[in-house]
C-alpha cells in the first residue's frame, strides 16, 4: 500500500511545496512520481526516486528510499498545479491515491 | 517518439467482456514491455497488467482471475480482455510502456479509452 499526504496542499505560486508519500514496506528506490492535469494523461517526473524524466524542469526534486518519499518542487509555477501520484514498482506497481496541489 | 492509442468499445454490458486494443508507433512492440493501466473517475490509477514481447504477462493479482493479455508483433498491437465486468470496472483505461525488464515506470502512455458498464 502507498500512502501519500497530504490529500491536498494549497499553496500560492512561487512557494515550495513538499508531498510525501509512505509505502507499508521497504520498495529499496523503486519509486516514480507522475503529475497529472484534468483530463490528461499523467506524465512521468521522476524515476528511481531521484532521476528526472527526460524534459522536467529542475524545480521537481525526488528523494528517499525504502518506505518514505519526498516529491519537492521548490518554487510552484501556475502550470504546476495538479495531481501528483507515487508509484512503487518493487513487485509489481501500485500508486498511491494522489496529492491534489491546488492554488492558494 | 513512441506513440500509442487505445481503442475498442465505450460502452459494455454488465457481465461481458471488455476488450481493448493499443497501437504502437513511432518505435517496434519488440524492444519494450506495454502496459495496461486504469482510474475511475476521480479516483486512483491501478495497474492492470503486463505483456512482453514474447506474450509472456504479470497480472494485478486483484484482477488476476478476470484478466487476458496479449501481444500481436506483426501488427504492432496489444491487448486487453476483462471477462465478466460490472460497473466497478468503468473507467479510464490507458495503455503504457514500460522500458524495465523487470517492473518499472511508465515513460509514454496513450490518450485513454472511457469504457463505461452499463446496460
Known amino acids: 500500500v502507498m500512502t501519500q499526504s497530504p490529500a491536498t496542499l494549497s499553496a500560492s505560486p512561487g512557494e515550495r511545496a513538499t508531498l510525501s508519500c509512505r509505502a507499508s514496506q521497504s520498495v529499496s528506490s523503486d519509486l516514480a512520481w507522475y503529475q497529472q492535469k484534468p483530463g490528461q494523461t499523467p506524465r512521468l517526473l521522476i524515476y528511481?526516486?531521484?532521476t528526472r524524466a527526460a524534459g522536467v524542469p529542475p524545480r521537481f526534486t525526488g528523494s528517499g528510499s525504502g518506505t518514505e518519499f519526498t516529491l519537492t518542487i521548490s518554487s510552484l509555477q501556475s502550470e504546476d498545479f495538479a495531481v501528483y501520484y507515487c508509484?512503487?514498482?518493487?513487485?509489481?506497481?501500485?500508486f498511491g491515491q494522489g496529492t491534489k496541489v491546488e492554488i492558494k | 517518439q513512441v506513440h500509442l492509442q487505445e481503442s475498442g468499445p465505450g460502452l459494455v454490458k454488465p457481465s461481458e467482456s471488455l476488450s481493448l486494443t493499443c497501437t504502437v508507433s513511432?518505435?517496434?512492440?519488440?524492444?519494450?514491455?506495454w502496459t495496461w493501466i486504469r482510474q475511475p473517475a476521480g479516483k486512483a490509477l491501478e495497474w492492470i497488467g503486463r505483456?512482453?514481447?514474447?506474450?509472456?504477462?504479470n497480472y494485478n493479482p486483484s484482477l488476476m482471475s478476470r484478466v487476458t493479455m496479449s501481444i500481436d508483433t506483426s501488427k504492432n498491437q496489444f491487448s486487453l480482455k476483462l471477462d465478466s465486468v460490472t460497473a466497478a470496472d468503468t473507467a479510464v483505461y490507458y495503455c503504457?510502456?514500460?522500458?524495465?525488464?523487470?517492473?518499472?515506470?511508465?515513460?509514454?502512455w496513450g490518450q485513454g479509452i472511457l469504457v463505461t458498464v452499463s446496460s
Open positions: 505483456v512482453y514481447p514474447s506474450g509472456n504477462t
Open positions: 513511432g518505435g517496434s512492440i519488440n524492444n519494450d514491455f
Open positions: 528511481d526516486a531521484s
Open positions: 508509484q512503487q514498482y518493487n513487485i509489481w506497481p501500485v
Open positions: 503504457a510502456r514500460d522500458l524495465r525488464p523487470a517492473m518499472g515506470w511508465f515513460d509514454s
